[in-house]
């Protein structure tokens, strides 16, 4: 019978370990390093390589069938979906409740200087 | 079917034993145990989303008190966990590994390592939310600490809401992950695994290295925004 799973070779597994380790290190670093709002941008991009690194390689994503890569990015796509909605509410709440010229007498929402 | 590989000490159909009628291949009985797996750490996915996307917009409107506030998180502490973390999806992988290899020492030594980081884990996270009650930084329950900036006192509770939602769930996940683990040993020991069947090492396998990726985005997140602002 023939092996049906990719067998990783040490190498690669330490390899990776080895990178993920480093990225920790370097998010750390990077966060004592004044840089505005890039922090969270450099910070977030370090742990999307981190969790693909994690996923391609020790999760087999890479080994896996087409049909299971596309699950898991079916599965990211709804995330980006729910924290989309999610933000355009949030974001435009506030639009709602700006003082318009019909809305004058009381009842109309939250009152806005 | 079931003539070599199977090392000597097993049931010589213990691969047939472990193919479901309904499957024509193992190859396929895997596949679909995978996608299987898969589909559920998606709906873990949306799971923790729904907690990340609250921290998201809690942090888009209340920056600068999350900045502030991220600075009472122990760096050090989170760090280790982290690294600890990625050596126990290490060892879990070559776990993996060694049961494809049909490799019975190394599967029990692996399994025995991933389970000690995760304690590990543990019980670095349970002197965290100790120094935590210490220093009344727990809102709701135990809240004087928050001294520096009295204008984001009710901010500061919100993203320690936060922290001790989204790091006690992925805790709760290493709690049932141990569990599994302890499942696997119990299994590797009884030698049910083999290079013909070693789904459950693989599936937990998965499941083990989805709560690593959850860390991964929860470190910097909770410990390091806003440091040394």
Request: hydrophobic share 55%; charged share 10%; net charge neutral.
């Amino acid at each position: 019978m023939t092996t049906h799973s990719h067998i990783p070779r040490v190498r690669t597994l330490v390899l990776v370990w080895l990178a993920l380790i480093c990225a920790t290190g370097m998010t750390t670093g990077v966060s004592y390093v004044e840089l505005g709002w890039m922090n969270i941008v450099v910070a977030l991009l370090i742990a999307v390589v981190k969790a693909s690194l994690v996923a391609w390689i020790f999760m087999g994503v890479r080994y896996t069938t087409s049909l299971t890569k596309l699950f898991v990015v079916a599965g990211l796509l709804w995330l980006g979906i729910m924290i989309l909605l999610t933000f355009s509410d949030y974001h435009t709440r506030s639009w709602m409740y700006q003082p318009q010229p019909w809305s004058h007498g009381p009842g109309n929402g939250p009152a806005t200087k | 079917m079931a003539e070599t590989v199977v090392p000597a000490g097993t049931e010589p159909a213990v691969e047939e034993v472990h193919l479901r009628h309904h499957f024509a291949t193992p190859a396929q009985q895997m596949d679909a145990a995978t996608l299987g797996m898969w589909t559920f750490l998606i709906t873990e996915v949306l799971f923790f989303g729904g907690m990340f996307a609250s921290y998201a917009v809690y942090r888009n409107m209340y920056l600068d008190a999350f900045a502030s506030t991220s600075q009472y998180m122990n760096v050090v502490l989170g760090g280790t966990n982290t690294a600890v973390l990625i050596c126990s999806s290490l060892t879990m992988v070559l776990a993996v590994r060694a049961a494809q290899l049909s490799n019975r020492r190394h599967l029990i030594l692996f399994l025995i390592l991933t389970m000690i980081f995760g304690v590990a884990f543990l019980v670095i996270k349970g002197f965290e939310y100790h120094a935590k009650w210490v220093e009344g930084l727990v809102p709701g329950l135990h809240w004087s600490g928050y001294t520096e900036h009295p204008e984001f006192a009710y901010h500061a509770q919100i993203l320690f809401f936060l922290y001790f939602c989204m790091t006690g769930m992925h805790a709760l996940h290493m709690v049932v992950g141990i569990g599994l683990l302890t499942f696997l040993l119990v299994q590797a020991y009884r030698r049910v695994f083999n290079a013909n069947y070693f789904a459950p090492v693989e599936m937990i396998g998965l499941y083990w290295h989805f709560v690593d990726i959850v860390w991964i985005f929860l470190f910097p997140l909770l410990y390091l925004i806003g440091h040394r602002r």
